[in-house]
Nanobody, 126 residues
Framework: QVQLVESGGGLVQSGGSVRLSCAAS????????MGWYRQVPGKHRELVAT???????DSADSVKGRFTISRDSAKNTAWLQMNSLKPEDTAVYYC????????????????????WGQGTRVTVSS
């Protein structure tokens, strides 16, 4: 049974930075994709950034240039470095993972992610 455990959320001022971590216990499978989604009340969970074990990255236009996803594929760990945070980045951030053989992770739909973390809240104050 794979469990994803996120950490690193909290309260930060607009323009600040936060680094989220996600560690998987158990074997996700190889190859795999790990990444981050976020959700605010009343809205669907949306893609933030994902990265395959081979290094392909997909990210939302709203975070390009501000957020960076990185991974240690050997340890099934992922990080999300969030810089220049805005109040609209306030959300619960969820780590997700799946073992699929894909060339690009943008082809993986949200529904295909097999594993999800419990979420970590990030609040950006203006």
């Amino acid at each position: 049974q794979v469990q994803l455990v996120e950490s690193g959320g909290g309260l930060v001022q607009s323009g600040g930075s936060v680094r989220l971590s996600c560690a998987a216990s158990g074997s996700i499978g190889t190859p795999n994709t790990m990444g981050w989604y976020r959700q605010v009340p009343g809205k669907h969970r949306e893609l933030v950034a994902t990265r395959t074990s081979n290094g392909d990255i997909d990210s939302a236009d709203s975070v390009k240039g501000r957020f960076t996803i990185s991974r240690d594929s050997a340890k099934n760990t992922a990080w999300l470095q969030m810089n220049s945070l805005k109040p609209e980045d306030t959300a619960v951030y969820y780590c997700a993972a799946v073992s699929l053989r894909v060339e690009v992770c943008s082809t993986i739909s949200k529904a295909e992610y097999a594993y999800w973390g419990q979420g970590t809240r990030v609040t950006v104050s203006s």
